[in-house]
């Protein structure tokens, strides 16, 4: 459908008279001229293009035939009462026609067209999680081609009486029913299109009671497939579930009747416990019906760098851990020790001019920077930003990609405002009680040092390193400041910049971690838990702080594309698969509790340092925000990444739908990819066993004809779970 903006001018000029002589007609034998020819078009909106219906009525005073002679304005030339015309290219014209009776004698008229640029051509809307329960959001995505590339701008009508601007935009319905979305794209020149989707809002049912050591239908209501336990209902998603509580292997056959060509239907098992299961799962032997066999894949060994950086992460859970050994004797001095110190004790500094020069020290390697640029923050805190002196002289850091980081950082994005207020302070009084930690000055607070070195000594996005919060007396090798690393290697490429602006956020987090629980609590997460925590944080403030960038999708997809066959708390960063693992069970909770458990990793977990202590606080976590445990979140979780989910038209407790949670919006995300294919991934081997806190699958294709999906002697190890997902 076309719509446009288009304005019409019509102008009426005097009549030409020309004096004839001879003959009669008239008053006194005078003939008059045709009256002034009156102009009209359709439509009287026209864009370039656009087939445009010109016609004219005059009247001949002595009652005769009139000709019309047409000129569009554009070289273009017509003949008669009723013409069309299009004009190739958006302007105003000037369209004359001459009425001209049979004698001779002729009068004109004129008027002005304003053609408006041809309309950018509309795609569909792209709906990220069409078909949503009430309380869950949309994501959606408009497109569009512009003939003459023009700029084009997009408007919403989500059908529910509001509206939104941008060509991808976030919403959440507040009633039950189905909505039409109408986009409107208009190009610069006013040109304009519109195309329409339809969105359903469902109101969620409570979820199925939990049932152990059986096959049970795990799933009701809405977009759920599972009508009992041996039945798919004929659409939506179907879940069943077996979840083994004996200290004996199970041994199960299954049976779903009512299937169709063309579905799948994914055995997930999840060893959700903080140990190796003694056996591993067996999908056990399929009966009539097509099977998509899946081939072993190899492992990949980790490289030098990722050790490096592995070791980082373990270094900084010790230093941490010092501090939780030491936190109780710590506590008792934080009075003395605030009151004895004298601020010629307290270490403080302004930010830098830009300019300024430092040399960083970058895990053994000096590495000579100078100021480029610094920015107030809302704490009292300045962010100052150090490039690596090369990169500065060889003017090979663009402009536009350090502005990035200091608008996401603290400018408009603000997102060290949203870290600290969703989690804490970088720093603060808490530091006071340990002389070997660098101390905040009244007044003049520790800057947050975001330094580039042109290749960093890791192999790694960026990292933050613990012991640089030391004074150099307790620790010569400090850098004695509030300072995190990103690569230069890789930022210096202008499309890395928003990549690199979720880095910042991400080792952001670690800081703000290492003050607001080591140093003011006394615990710490291992790494598995940490990393989490720092990635969840890149799920909620990156989409807000970068808009239109999602770190979160990437974790995901690589998760969904790795084989599962990975320990989650064995943690082998970041060539394991570790981070895209640890992401998308870090977005699924974000998901399901909204921003509760990211919160309460800081406030509510007294972990101490340890695998299994913090295993213990996340099943904690979960249980006191409504959940059944860390086990059956993760088996939520597998299953709804390997089962291939798609991000709308999900049963309520599964897949990773969009939600707002205190103001953030935590966007939908699809896993049905894994199930095409061409993008389809065999699951990774147990060559390690049945670890802690994996995840293995194993996909079959419904063929042509088959109404029956059944497995016999399917093997679910002891303690550990098996979803079946239909769809």
């Known amino acids: 459908?076309?719509?446009?903006?288009?304005?019409?001018?019509?102008?009426?000029?005097?009549?030409?008279?020309?004096?004839?002589?001879?003959?009669?007609?008239?008053?006194?034998?005078?003939?008059?001229?045709?009256?002034?020819?009156?102009?009209?078009?359709?439509?009287?909106?026209?864009?370039?293009?656009?087939?445009?219906?010109?016609?004219?009525?005059?009247?001949?005073?002595?009652?005769?035939?009139?000709?019309?002679?047409?000129?569009?304005?554009?070289?273009?030339?017509?003949?008669?009462?009723?013409?069309?015309?299009?004009?190739?290219?958006?302007?105003?014209?000037?369209?004359?026609?001459?009425?001209?009776?049979?004698?001779?004698?002729?009068?004109?008229?004129?008027?002005?067209?304003?053609?408006?640029?041809?309309?950018?051509?509309?795609?569909?809307?792209?709906?990220?999680?069409?078909?949503?329960?009430?309380?869950?959001?949309?994501?959606?995505f408009g497109f569009a081609v512009d003939p003459n590339n023009l700029a084009v701008t997009f408007?919403?009508?989500?059908?529910?009486?509001?509206?939104?601007?941008?060509?991808?935009?976030?919403?959440?319905?507040?009633?039950?029913?189905?909505?039409?979305?109408?986009?409107?794209?208009?190009?610069?020149?006013g040109g304009s299109a519109s195309t329409q989707a339809s969105m359903t809002v469902k109101a969620p049912v409570t979820a199925p009671a939990p049932q152990d050591n059986v096959l049970s239908a795990y799933c009701n209501g809405p977009f759920c497939g599972?009508?009992?336990?041996?039945?798919?209902?004929?659409?939506?998603?179907?879940?069943?579930?077996?979840?083994?509580?004996?200290?004996?292997d199970a041994t199960i056959n299954l049976t779903i009747n009512g299937v169709q060509a063309g579905q799948t239907a994914t055995l997930t098992f999840s060893n959700g416990q903080s140990s190796a299961a003694g056996s591993e799962p067996v999908p056990g032997a399929l009966q009539d019906v097509l099977a998509t066999p899946s081939a072993a894949a190899g492992n990949t060994r980790q490289a030098l760098g990722n050790r490096n950086h592995a070791l980082m992460l373990e270094h900084n859970r010790s230093v941490a851990d010092t501090f939780v050994r030491n936190f109780a004797?710590?506590?008792?001095?934080?009075?003395?020790?605030?009151?004895?110190?004298?601020?010629?004790?307290?270490?403080?500094?302004?930010?830098?001019?830009?300019?300024?020069?430092?040399?960083?020290?970058?895990?053994?390697?000096?590495?000579?920077?100078?100021?480029?640029?610094?920015?107030?923050?809302?704490?009292?805190?300045?962010?100052?930003?150090?490039?690596?002196?090369?990169?500065?002289?060889?003017?090979?850091?663009?402009?536009?990609?350090?502005?990035?980081?200091?608008?996401?950082?603290?400018?408009?994005?603000?997102?060290?405002?949203?870290?600290?207020?969703?989690?804490?302070?970088?720093?603060?009084?808490?530091?006071?009680?340990?002389?070997?930690?660098?101390?905040?000055?009244?007044?003049?607070?520790?800057?947050?040092?975001?330094?580039?070195?042109?290749?960093?000594?890791?192999?790694?996005?960026?990292?933050?390193?613990?012991?640089?919060?030391?004074?150099?007396?307790a620790n010569p090798a400090s850098n004695h400041a509030l300072v995190v690393f990103l690569n230069g290697e890789q930022f210096v490429l202008p499309q890395e910049a928003e990549t690199y602006a979720s880095v910042l956020i991400h080792e952001s987090t670690h800081l703000i971690n290492f003050y607001q629980r080591a140093i003011a609590?006394?615990?710490?997460?291992?790494?598995?838990?940490?990393?989490?925590?720092?990635?969840?944080?890149?799920?909620?403030?990156?989409?807000?702080?970068?808009?239109?960038?999602?770190?979160?999708?990437?974790?995901?997809?690589?998760?969904?594309?790795?084989?599962?066959?990975?320990?989650?708390?064995?943690?082998?960063?970041?060539?394991?698969?570790?981070?895209?693992?640890?992401?998308?069970?870090?977005?699924?909770?974000?998901?399901?509790?909204?921003?509760?458990?990211?919160?309460?990793?800081?406030?509510?977990?007294?972990?101490?340092i340890g695998t299994n202590s913090s295993y213990q606080c996340m099943d904690k976590l979960i249980s006191q925000n409504g959940g059944l445990g860390f086990a059956d979140e993760f088996a939520r979780m597998g299953a709804s990444t390997f089962g291939g989910m798609p991000g709308g038209n999900l049963p309520l407790g599964f897949g990773l739908p969009g939600i707002v949670a205190d103001g953030y919006f935590l966007g939908p995300y699809d896993s049905s990819i894994l199930h095409n294919p061409a993008f389809s991934t065999p699951p990774r081997p147990l060559a390690n066993g049945y670890l802690a806190t994996s995840q293995t699958y194993q996909i079959d294709s419904i063929a042509a004809g088959k109404t029956q999906y059944q497995r016999n002697g399917v093997v679910v190890p002891a303690n550990t779970t098996m979803i079946l997902v239909i769809e």
């Open 1 to 140: 459908m076309l719509n446009g903006f288009y304005r019409l001018v019509f102008l009426s000029v005097a009549a030409q008279v020309v004096t004839a002589c001879g003959g009669g007609g008239g008053s006194g034998g005078v003939p008059m001229p045709p009256s002034t020819p009156a102009i009209s078009a359709t439509p009287t909106n026209p864009s370039a293009g656009q087939s445009i219906s010109f016609s004219v009525t005059s009247t001949d005073p002595q009652s005769g035939a009139l000709s019309f002679a047409w000129d569009f304005g554009d070289g273009g030339t017509g003949a008669g009462s009723s013409v069309t015309h299009a004009y190739a290219a958006q302007g105003k014209y000037s369209v004359k026609v001459t009425a001209t009776d049979q004698v001779g004698l002729s009068s004109n008229a004129t008027s002005d067209v304003s053609v408006t640029a041809p309309p950018p051509g509309v795609g569909d809307i792209e709906v990220f999680g069409n078909g949503i329960l009430l309380g869950q959001s949309v994501k959606l």
């Open 155 to 189: 408007s919403w009508d989500f059908g529910d009486s509001s509206t939104g601007s941008g060509a991808l935009v976030n919403h959440q319905y507040q009633s039950v029913g189905t909505y039409v979305i109408t986009l409107t794209a208009t190009n610069s020149g």
């Open 226 to 248: 599972a009508a009992d336990v041996g039945t798919y209902a004929g659409s939506g998603v179907g879940i069943w579930r077996y979840n083994n509580t004996t200290s004996s």
């Open 329 to 473: 004797a710590r506590e008792q001095r934080v009075a003395r020790s605030i009151g004895a110190r004298s601020h010629a004790q307290i270490i403080a500094s302004a930010a830098p001019a830009i300019g300024t020069a430092r040399t960083w020290n970058d895990q053994g390697t000096s590495v000579p920077t100078s100021v480029q640029a610094s920015c107030p923050l809302s704490t009292g805190r300045n962010a100052v930003f150090w490039v690596d002196q090369e990169l500065v002289d060889q003017n090979a850091l663009p402009a536009a990609s350090l502005a990035t980081l200091v608008t996401v950082y603290c400018g408009s994005g603000d997102a060290y405002t949203r870290l600290v207020s969703l989690l804490g302070d970088a720093w603060g009084p808490a530091a006071a009680a340990s002389t070997a930690l660098i101390q905040d000055a009244p007044g003049a607070p520790q800057d947050i040092n975001i330094v580039i070195p042109k290749k960093l000594s890791l192999i790694a996005s960026g990292y933050f390193s613990s012991s640089n919060s030391f004074t150099l007396a």
């Open 521 to 608: 609590r006394g615990t710490g997460h291992d790494v598995w838990l940490e990393e989490t925590s720092a990635m969840m944080s890149e799920d909620i403030v990156t989409p807000a702080a970068v808009p239109g960038f999602d770190q979160t999708w990437v974790r995901h997809f690589g998760y969904v594309l790795s084989g599962g066959s990975m320990g989650y708390i064995g943690w082998t960063a970041p060539s394991g698969g570790s981070y895209s693992q640890g992401g998308t069970f870090g977005a699924f909770l974000n998901r399901r509790y909204g921003l509760n458990i990211y919160k309460q990793l800081i406030t509510d977990c007294v972990d101490g």
